[in-house]
């Protein structure tokens, strides 16, 4: 709520910034947490062979919320015998029996969705009204989906049905914990495969909950086994030899080092990468509605996100009319803790996270980009960044060609469509891409000329489980949601 509503000076507060003052909101459910987490194999919670434990912070405050057990190469062999001995009975189970598993798992999600909500922004970091808007009904939307096709699988490609591959091992990246393992276990669970999952380190802890609704659903044991731990219990996840499938979704550099090591295996690969996104301003677009997808398109989940739109391409004409808007824009968004409802910008999920995000900062300035930054306050524990602009950016420098994964905008300018179109694609990333104009016929131009997995026209970061999402170049292959996500975790027969 604002101060003093009747007083406000709304000319006034877009010049010099924001002058409202908010009573602090946040949410209160319980997330329900527990001090410990074991392993999830076979449908129980196991104490890791390593016996060790690490643990997970909140960046909201650096205090820690629980341990997480550390699978090692043993505890990965058992997760792997787990999902194998499960198979058989899973995949010959009718596809309408697979599917009231899912569909109760998706409802059992909506139940508890405020406590995943708070659990996902206490160790991850993004603001509730992400977790609570976003993340969690989109991951039961996945699991509505995919249980949807279960009993359709030969209705995917005509004359033909899909078979499932057998054990799948699975990895997932911080950013969007809960989500991605939606994304990850719904097809492959529909399509009839049995799992070993991994969490990133730093977000496992909505994985570890997801097991108990797992139980609650009564899933057969094994069909989903969860493995904590860093990238060396991910290692031993990609190169075991039960896996017949690999799904991975992480940095560009770890799917490379993965695509390496299973060359020359017969296990299938899918990797969702890291990107570079251009959000593309044309002079005849809708302006307002264009910058209000921009701060969405890069401060969306802290810039945390694999799409975003970090590249901003506007055309010279508007440049310096769109950079004033962003900037008055800016001066709104409210930064700090994530466990608050008005709070647009969270926590950055790491330390080392933020420390990168500093770098890279460091590099645009060195190499001459105009760093714009408003005054906001920051709380004083936790890992935080204000949000960033940086304009009279070239393609040469590192802020223009590099991930940043942080609230980070690099705004570069176009004269011309094809000048526009060559900016965009100029980039070893293909992802994702913006296009903001008037014109139905320059959307369609652009739309089949950038190379990127996907283009929104008019809008930027929609979701939806029908549609299938992936990249193009170092920004990986294969595809997430809808019938191709679906032929990812079957072979035809
Ligand atoms: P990351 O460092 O590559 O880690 C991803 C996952 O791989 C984590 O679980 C990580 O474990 C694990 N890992 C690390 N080293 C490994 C190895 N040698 N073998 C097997 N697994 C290993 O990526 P991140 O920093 O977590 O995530 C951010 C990246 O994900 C960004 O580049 C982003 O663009 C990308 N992303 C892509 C999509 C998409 O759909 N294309 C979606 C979301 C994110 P630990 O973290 O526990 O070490
Ligand atoms: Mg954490």
């Known amino acids: 709520m604002p101060a003093k509503t009747s007083k406000r000076q709304p000319a006034r507060e877009l010049l010099f910034g924001n002058l409202w003052e908010y009573d602090p909101a946040p949410e209160t459910a319980s997330p329900q947490l527990q001090s410990r987490y074991q392993l999830f194999i076979d449908g129980k919670f196991t104490a890791p062979k390593t016996k060790k434990y690490f643990p997970s912070i909140s960046p909201r405050n650096e205090e820690t919320l629980a341990e997480i057990a550390l699978a090692g190469a043993a505890d990965v062999d058992a ?74 699988l030969n209705s995917v490609t005509p004359g033909k049905t899909l078979a499932p591959l057998g054990v799948v091992g699975q990895i997932i990246p911080w ?22 999952l991994k969490p990133a380190e730093t977000t496992s802890i909505t994985c570890m909950k997801f097991a108990t609704l797992l139980l609650e659903a009564g899933l057969p044991p094994g069909v989903v086994n969860f493995v904590t731990g860093a990238g060396e219990t991910g290692a031993a996840v990609v190169n075991h030899p039960t896996a017949k499938k690999i799904a991975f979704t992480g940095s560009t550099a770890v799917g490379k080092s993965i695509q390496h090591a299973l060359a020359g295996t017969d296990k299938k690969l899918t990797l969702e990468l890291g990107g570079k996104a251009a959000n593309i301003v044309f002079e005849d677009a809708a302006i307002d509605q264009a910058v209000e997808g921009i701060i969405n398109g890069i401060f969306f989940n802290q810039g945390h996100v694999c799409c975003a739109g970090s590249r901003l391409l506007v055309q010279e004409s508007i440049a310096d009319r769109v950079l004033a808007k962003i900037k008055i824009r800016l001066r709104s968004l409210r930064v700090g803790d994530p466990l608050d409802k008005n709070t647009d910008i969270g926590a950055i999920n790491s330390q080392k996270q933020l420390e990168k995000i500093r770098e890279l900062v460091d590099a645009g300035v060195n190499e001459g980009a105009e760093l714009y930054q408003p005054a906001c306050s920051i709380p004083s524990k936790g890992f935080y960044y204000p949000p960033s602009i940086f304009s009279g950016v070239t393609l040469s420098q590192h802020i223009a060609r590099e991930e940043i994964f942080g609230p980070v905008l690099s705004i570069l300018t176009f004269r011309t469509p094809e000048e526009a179109i060559e900016k965009a694609n100029n980039t070893a990333f293909g992802l994702s891409a913006g296009v903001w104009t008037d014109k139905g016929s320059l959307i369609l131009k652009m739309s089949t000329e950038l190379k990127a997995g996907v283009v929104w026209a008019n809008t930027y970061n929609k979701f939806d489980p029908t549609s299938p999402f992936g990249g193009f170049k170092e920004s990986g292959f294969g595809r997430e949601g809808g019938k191709q996500g679906l032929l990812e975790y079957a072979q035809l027969i």
Request: glycine share 6%; charged share 25%; hydrophobic share 50%.
């Open 79 to 152: 997760a792997y015998a787990a999902a194998a001995k499960a198979f058989p009975a899973w995949s010959k189970l009718p596809g309408a029996e697979r599917g009231k598993y899912l569909y109760r798992i998706a409802r059992l999600l909506q139940d508890r969705a405020r406590e995943f909500a708070v659990a996902e922004t206490l160790d991850g970091g993004k603001p509730i009204k992400e977790s609570r808007d976003f993340d969690v009904p989109m991951a039961a939307a996945h699991f509505f989906y995919h249980a949807g096709w279960a009993d359709k």
């Open 175 to 196: 950013n969007f914990p809960l989500l991605m393992l939606a994304w990850k276990l719904a097809p492959a669970l529909a399509c009839g495969n049995t799992l070993v």
